[in-house]
């Protein structure tokens, strides 16, 4: 019997810059990804979180399980700066991760900065629509 289609999880295997952003998306390496977005060592992945969403310690579980390989985690929070509940500022420390929220624009370009500064960067990017 076919098997038929088989939906993976979204993911690009690789460390790239973002060359843009906006209109509920991202683009990178040639190819754009519709939707918020985890920059980690492991990969980009397609990452489920809104601006409606609560920045909650279950949407950071990919990070936290690649904390070894993190030194700072820029959290692009949308549109608008949204800070970072306690308990998950407090479980990303015990992680040894830096974290640091601010709009998903400013996240995006100091992501680049660093990533061409091949620091120990990540980062967890809510699109945005504008």
């Not at 019997?1 to 509920?24: C, K, T």
Request: hydrophobic share 50%; with cysteine.
């Amino acid at each position: 019997m076919a098997a038929g289609i088989v939906i993976r999880e979204q993911h690009f295997p690789g460390r790239a810059p973002l060359d843009a952003y906006g209109n509920g998306g991202f683009r990178f390496a040639d190819m754009s990804h519709r939707g918020s977005i985890l920059c980690l060592p492991s990969g980009i992945h397609g990452w489920a979180a809104t601006e409606a969403d609560p920045l909650t310690v279950d949407l950071f579980e990919r990070a936290i399980a690649e904390a070894a390989d993190i030194e700072v985690l820029l959290v692009g929070t949308g549109t608008t700066l949204r800070p970072l509940p306690r308990e998950l500022r407090e479980r990303l420390k015990a992680a040894g991760i830096s974290a640091d929220p601010m709009s998903t624009g400013a996240a995006v370009r100091t992501f680049n900065i660093l990533l061409a500064e091949e620091r120990a960067v990540a980062a967890a990017l809510i699109a945005v629509d504008g």
